[in-house]
């Protein structure tokens, strides 16, 4: 695996550094404690290229490639797991997949307006029944001529409320079971197209979690994402990236965490010393710098076969497993070197402390990242 990054990429990670530093970190705490969708920055984030950063120049994308939108998404985690969670749906699961399964046209219409940051995009894949068993859609779509009728309920979308675009998996032969599942690319402002609830969140609280709800919506058959009954490895192969990218967002949780950790111990006195200087709290600044890289370099690796056309299903899995679980110890270990003061929203810790713990449960919760990792090993089916 070649390690050294190309001009370009080193070009795109301090680009995001910067602008995550001079224009996400000052009011990250702010849209945090009011849950505000931060869209002046994630417009912004638009205008530099890092809502489609490896979609092609012609669909409104930078034109990079997934090394290079990881650096981009842990730069932006480091300051603000919500944007960095913003960030990565739309390129992972929306621009991604339309990209990869889309045609022209469907490209020219649904892909560039949102790789170009003017519009945001959603996947709604998750329902009351199926969470992580994807293949039990209740949701349904029932051809009538050049529409499909679609009635259904989804929940937990990212950017399902403000997203213009939403990626919709939903049975259209419920006999065929998962090989029965197609996908519709359905406009905001669909007649029967409902966003009657938005979620109160523990974490990544800028970013809107939403229920979308489908009451006899006529989507247009042109709308269909691949050919009918395709759905169900559309929704697998778009997981797969998109676990790059929450395992990017993991990385940078914990090294922000670890960097606020770092520098507190550097200040904070205790029996007339740093608490640096203590050996209890060296070590687990070195578990946690150890862990980081480790968490990084597999999520670089997933970034780098993604790349080359290689199988990638199980590093992203491993990659997405083990920098949850970094995100989660790190982000733990931060608020316990910051004592009492980690326990106080003043300290941005406890913050990445809340942040971190989605990632360990969407795209694939760390329990189903092993059994992926498992059936790999075993030589068994997905």
């Known amino acids: 695996m070649k390690l050294d990054l190309s001009a370009e990429q080193q070009m ?13 970190k000052p009011i990250a705490a702010e849209i945090d404690r009011e849950a505000r969708f931060p869209h002046e920055t994630v417009k912004r984030m638009g205008e530099l290229g890092l809502m489609g950063i490896a979609i092609p120049e012609r669909w409104g994308g930078s034109g990079v490639d ?65 969470g992580s068993d994807a293949s039990n859609q209740h949701t349904l779509a029932v ?14 979308v990212t950017n399902g409320r403000e997203a213009s675009f939403a990626l919709v998996f939903c049975a259209t032969d419920r006999a065929k079971a998962h090989h029965g599942i197609s996908t519709l690319v359905v406009e905001k402002g669909t007649p029967g ?41 559309i929704a697998l192969a778009t997981l797969d990236g998109g676990r790059i990218g929450i395992a990017a ?19 904070r006195k205790s029996f007339g010393v740093p608490i640096g200087h203590h050996q ?45 679980e970094t995100a989660m110890k790190v ?15 003043e300290y941005e810790v406890e913050r990445y402390f809340r942040d971190a713990k989605i990632t360990q449960i969407y795209e694939g919760t760390s329990q189903i990242q092993k059994l992926v990792i498992a059936r790999d090993i075993l030589g068994g089916s997905r």
């Not at 009635?151 to 937990?156: C, T, V």
């Not at 523990?202 to 009954?229: H, Q």
């Open 280 to 324: 209890m709290v060296q070590w687990m600044l070195a578990d946690m710098a150890t862990a980081i890289d480790g968490a990084r370099l597999l999520t670089l690796r997933a970034a780098a076969l993604k790349d080359e056309g290689r199988p990638y299903t199980t590093a992203a899995a491993m990659a997405k497993l083990f920098a949850a």
């Open 12 to 24: 795109i990670q301090a680009l995001a550094r910067e602008f995550a530093e001079t224009a996400i």
């Open 66 to 130: 997934a090394v290079a939108s990881v650096l981009a998404i842990e730069e932006i985690a480091k300051a603000c797991g919500s944007h960095a969670a913003i960030m990565s749906v739309n390129n992972s699961l929306y621009c991604d997949p339309v990209y990869k399964f889309g045609t022209d046209a469907q490209r020219e219409r649904f892909l560039k307006p949102v790789a170009s940051g003017h519009a945001h995009g959603c996947f709604a894949l998750t329902e009351p029944q199926a």
């Open 193 to 233: 197209f409902l966003v009657p609830k938005t979620e109160d969140k523990l974490g990544i609280r800028a970013s809107d979690t939403a229920e979308l709800v489908f009451e006899d919506c006529r989507v247009p058959a042109e709308n269909r994402l691949g050919e009918e009954g395709m759905g169900f490895p």
């Open 331 to 345: 982000t733990t270990d931060a608020v316990q070197i910051h004592g009492g003061y980690g326990f106080i929203k």
């Open 143 to 156: 051809r009538d001529g050049a529409h499909y009728v679609l009635n259904g309920r989804k929940q937990f």
């Open 249 to 267: 967002q993991a990385v940078g949780l914990a090294a922000g965490a670890l960097e606020r950790s770092v520098a507190y111990a550097r200040e």
